[in-house]
């Protein structure tokens, strides 16, 4: 299987989104001690944790369209070169300023990354297979999520925390160099690729066709999938930025264990990426309903979500073993909603895929601005480090309720602005 050039692309783009979250979420453990040496409170942190998030939401769309335009290989190439540098460029700054403008480079580097590669997935896999794609390639994003606090804290006890910001983006300008060395936008063009695997492959959608973009349609369709996306990124962002902190103040660890507890919940949303690209994918295969298998499966993983963090807002003094396991539940069940959401913009518009995953990645990207801090806020005004997790149980039951609304059964049809209505009925 690992001599299958499609499975090393998969794993390229899986290391990919492993060192963009690595990259993403060092803050988190960093905030510890670029925090008390640049004097900043909890809501400035959720600022700093935040700001990548704003280019980063303006970019989904343009990004998403770039990667269309110009092709996934060149397009992921000049965005890993900027978000590395913005890394090293956060290990040198010197005050609340030159960190929020570093972040806002991380975030227009990372702003075209998940689209343009849902773009070349849709060239690089077989429509069966998609929810497995993105549901392997962000456990390795959750990966990334689980090993950063570890490997951050030990960079910093190595060298310092700025020192861990230059060796991760190092890391970032070599995968660039592998990427544009063995990456093809034509699966067909790369010269190991076997005819088995080509003739499997759907027919390539090159970018050279520049074929316009059905805007009206598009935005109208990926609406609803972009309102449910928020709810998934409010809860997604809240933990990313504040679970490392969370075990560190209120249990009062110290900062190794709490890297440990912090690493436990976002292992959990490793295996509930990875399994849910697997059951989408059965779902779809065995019923050929897309909105059982994408939309139902949304709607029933945010209610198990709803009902996991539920025990934090109704047990009083929680044990840390309690509050890990709530928690580690919680980032599991709203974790298997990425296999089926991703699918969804490949379902709808696969010609134009990086276009209407960007607008759909606008949801989460804007739910990363404010998510962050109002939970910094809560914390600062109330000292209690539980209320931002017990807030989220409603954005998880908006989630449900907008899930219905999503529509992957119906495919955009670019030559007439309209899509293709299958028979009535639920699915």
């Known amino acids: 299987m690992f001599r299958r050039v499609t499975t090393r692309v998969l794993l390229l783009l899986c290391a990919m989104y492993l060192i963009t979250y690595v990259d993403r979420v060092n803050v988190s453990t960093a905030a510890s001690q670029f925090g008390a040496e640049l004097g900043l409170t909890h809501t400035q942190i959720g600022f700093v944790f935040s700001a990548f998030a704003y280019p980063y939401l303006v970019f989904q769309i343009i990004g998403g369209w770039l990667g269309d335009r110009f092709g996934p290989r060149r397009t992921l190439a000049v965005c890993a070169i900027i978000w590395a540098g913005a890394t090293v460029l956060t290990g040198l700054a010197g005050g609340f ?17 998940f689209p ?47 020192g861990s910001f230059v060796v991760t983006g190092i890391i970032s300008f070599l995968w660039a160099l592998v990427w544009i060395w ?21 027919a390539y959608s090159g970018f050279k066709e520049r074929k316009p973009v059905p ?3 598009l935005v109208g369709r990926m ?7 928020f709810c998934y990124g409010w809860v997604l962002w809240l933990f990313l930025g504040w679970i490392p902190q969370y075990f560190l103040h209120n249990y009062h660890l110290q900062l190794g264990k709490s890297a440990l507890f912090a690493s436990g919940v976002f292992f959990a949303g490793v295996l509930g990426d990875w399994l849910g690209g697997e059951v989408t994918d059965k779902i779809l295969k065995r019923t050929g ?3 059982l298998a994408r939309s139902a499966m949304v709607a029933l993983c945010m209610f198990a979500t709803l009902l996991s963090l539920m025990p934090i807002m109704l047990v009083p003094n929680m044990s840390i073993t309690l509050a890990a396991a709530c928690l580690s539940l919680g980032f599991f ?7 089926p959401m991703w699918a969804v913009p490949m379902d709808i518009a696969p010609k134009h895929a990086g276009t209407a995953s960007g607008v759909m990645n606008t949801g989460s990207a804007l739910a990363a601005i404010i998510s962050p801090v109002v939970g910094g806020w809560m914390i600062d005004v109330t000292g209690n480090w539980n209320l931002p997790f017990i807030a989220s149980m409603a954005l998880m039951a908006a989630g449900i309720v907008l899930s219905i609304a999503m529509r992957p059964d119906r495919r955009l049809d670019e030559q007439t602005d309209e899509t293709i209505k299958p028979a009535a009925g639920l699915v």
């Not at 773009?119 to 993105?134: D, I, K």
């Not at 990456?183 to 695997?197: G, L, T």
């Not at 069940?333 to 296999?339: K, L, R, V, W, Y």
């Open 223 to 229: 609406a609803p999938v972009t309102l449910v996306y």
């Open 333 to 339: 069940f709203n974790e298997m909603t990425i296999g």
């Open 289 to 291: 309903r897309p909105r």
């Open 97 to 113: 300023v030159s960190l929020v403008i570093a972040r806002l480079l991380l975030g227009l580097g990372e702003g075209a990354t």
């Open 116 to 162: 343009t590669a849902t773009r070349a997935m849709s060239n690089w896999t077989t429509p069966e297979r998609r929810g497995f794609a993105q549901g392997i390639t962000h456990a390795a994003s959750r990966i990334g999520n689980a090993v950063a606090p570890p490997l951050i804290t030990w960079l910093m006890l190595a060298t310092s925390w700025r």
């Open 182 to 202: 063995y990456f093809r936008d034509d699966p067909r063009e790369h010269p190991r690729i076997s005819n088995v695997e080509s003739d499997r492959l759907p």
């Open 215 to 217: 805007w009206r349609a």
